[in-house]
């Protein structure tokens, strides 16, 4: 398995191992999320639901942010707004250091998010240039895998900052970081400018050919399903390991290094595995989702250390099944120069997923204590699973439809 995905790690283009080394400086500096509600809970002081509606503002950032974006990629090159999205998320961080109130938090957390969730669709949309279409899920999984290893290195960093310089030198990390993982790209990789271009005046295309696509739509509500029991690891994982097991501010930081430790080690050589042995997509997200399904159910029976350590296990594999496959999924159904506008849909999904895993989540945590949250995430994770198998019928009827009219066409 590895001597394989180093074969096809080979033939990628250099320019790749710069999006790849972009991500990972990223997300090393990404440390603020993963401790925000432990932030807002333990130096803020807020309630669980002041908490809830912060993550909220997360979510309708995401939304707000992607749906820009898809305005934004008719007049501006993906690379630009990549490039901008990074530079103004890493503004937004430093600023974000010097807010304290309830309501000016949920503003400024709302533009970080906008300003934050136009970075994935327009890298992937760059990316696409680099690399050829059967080179994609490779390098997807190698920036997945970067973002992992960041994963790894950040809590520790963070852990440490918090232990001596409190939580406030996380948001200065952050924004530095920003500013030299852009500086460092754009020094590297250049963009991509065409030899010539023909200006096609009387052809426009569809802004609503998204959402026409039915089975897309269904894709996303599935997206949306695995989203929310996702960034539940990010935002009521920590709260539980405080509350119900009586843990240690510093095992949250354990728990996302062996968390990312899972990740990195075996996310790309298992996506390059499934992609030669031929499995399909939507056949990977469905085991992802029988796995997160899996980790909650442990979390929910067994109230333990040792349990929380077997569920994180079953949880990444549902991340490295699901996530991947899901972009894959929809850059096979995306329109020629439209990759940008399908992915910001596609990633408002995420920002969906987020706002009500943060809502919901608070609300039955408050309410109904965590072992509820569990249960509910363990049926979210199985409708997701029975959707998914219906898309598989379905994509399967689709393209015995279109040969069945091909050949008609062909032979009539």
């Known amino acids: 398995m590895i001597a394989h995905f180093v074969n096809d790690c080979k033939k990628l283009p250099v320019e790749i191992w710069f999006f790849v080394l972009m991500t990972l400086i990223n997300r090393m500096g990404a440390m603020v999320v993963p401790f925000m509600s432990k932030y807002l809970?333990?130096?803020?002081?807020?309630?669980?639901?002041?908490?809830?509606?912060?993550?909220?503002?997360?979510?309708?950032?995401?939304?707000?942010?992607t749906f820009l974006v898809s305005r934004l990629a008719r007049t501006y090159s993906a690379y630009k707004l990549m490039v901008l999205s990074m530079l103004l998320n890493g503004l937004m961080l430093f600023?974000?250091?010097?807010?304290?109130?309830?309501?000016?938090?949920c503003?400024?957390?709302?533009?970080?998010?906008?300003?934050?969730d136009m970075f994935r669709p327009s890298m992937i949309a760059t990316l696409k240039e680099y690399v050829k279409k059967e080179e994609l899920i490779i390098c997807f999984s190698l920036i997945r895998s970067a973002t992992n290893f960041g994963f790894i290195i950040a809590p520790l960093i963070a852990g440490f900052l918090i232990l001596y310089q409190g939580y406030d030198m996380l948001f200065v990390i952050d924004s530095i970081s920003s500013f030299i993982a852009i500086g460092f790209f754009v020094y590297f990789v250049k963009e991509k400018k065409l030899l010539y271009q023909i200006n096609l005046v009387n052809i426009k295309s569809d802004p609503f050919v998204f959402f026409k696509d039915k089975l897309l739509l269904l894709h996303c509500l599935i997206t949306v399903l695995t989203g929310v029991v996702f960034f539940q690891i990010f935002t009521v994982l920590p709260l539980y390991y405080t509350d119900v097991l009586k843990l240690e501010v510093i095992f949250n930081t354990y728990a996302l290094v062996f968390y990312g430790c899972v990740l990195f080690l075996f996310e790309v050589a298992l996506v390059s595995f499934i992609r030669r042995k031929g499995v399909r997509t939507l056949n990977a997200i469905l085991y992802g989702l029988l796995s997160m399904a899996l980790g909650y159910t442990l979390l929910m029976a067994f109230s333990s250390v040792y349990t929380v350590f077997f569920a994180l296990i079953f949880l990444s594999f549902g991340v490295m099944l699901t996530f991947p496959f899901a972009t894959d999924f929809v850059l096979e159904r995306a329109f020629k120069k439209q990759e940008v506008e399908f992915m910001?849909?596609?990633?408002?999904?995420?920002?969906?997923?987020?706002?009500?895993?943060?809502?919901?989540?608070?609300?039955?945590?408050?309410?109904?204590?965590?072992?509820?949250?569990?249960?509910?995430?363990?049926?979210?994770?199985?409708?997701?699973?029975?959707?998914?198998?219906?898309?598989?019928?379905?994509?399967?009827?689709?393209?015995?439809?279109?040969?069945?009219?091909?050949?008609?066409?062909?032979?009539?």
């Open 41 to 65: 809970y333990e130096d803020l002081h807020f309630t669980y639901a002041q908490i809830g509606s912060v993550m909220f503002c997360f979510g309708v950032g995401s939304i707000g942010g």
């Open 107 to 116: 503003g400024m957390v709302f533009i970080l998010n906008v300003f934050a």
């Open 344 to 412: 910001s849909y596609f990633q408002m999904s995420y920002g969906l997923a987020q706002l009500i895993s943060a809502k919901y989540s608070q609300f039955l945590i408050s309410g109904y204590g965590y072992a509820t949250d569990f249960v509910v995430n363990v049926v979210i994770a199985i409708l997701g699973a029975v959707l998914t198998y219906f898309l598989i019928i379905s994509v399967i009827k689709e393209r015995k439809l279109k040969k069945q009219m091909i050949s008609e066409a062909v032979f009539s």
């Open 95 to 105: 600023l974000l250091r010097y807010t304290k109130d309830f309501y000016m938090l």
